[in-house]
């Protein structure tokens, strides 16, 4: 189909669903995580719950502010850190990555 043919098939969507005729389409909302609160249940400040799951400090940062969100895998990190904080922190800190440019050790 051509560009100009998809613009015109998407503006007679539009004016369908503003005149009521059809309805548009789900919008999905990924869940979210209140990445704030999580760190404080672990009583840890943003540096240190950045070190001890090898995250950067300023994701965090960007995360709490709302200036971002945590992509699906960064989701999925922050559930099971929910869930099994030590368990996170000691894999994470037994990892064999020779690649890191930091200590992932735990903190205690």
Request: charged residues 25%.
């Amino acid at each position: 189909m051509v560009f100009g043919q998809e613009l015109i098939e998407s503006a007679h969507e539009a004016q369908a669903i503003a005149e009521g005729i059809s309805q548009p389409g789900a919008v999905f909302t990924p869940e979210s995580i209140d990445v704030a609160t999580l760190r404080k249940s672990l009583g840890l400040s943003q540096s240190r719950f950045a070190e001890r799951y090898c995250l950067p400090v300023s994701t965090i940062r960007d995360w709490e502010q709302g200036r971002r969100r945590p992509d699906r895998a960064a989701f999925l990190l922050l559930r099971l850190i929910e869930a099994e904080p030590e368990l996170v922190a000691k894999t994470l800190a037994n990892a064999d990555a020779p690649t890191a440019r930091r200590s992932c050790a735990p903190s205690d």
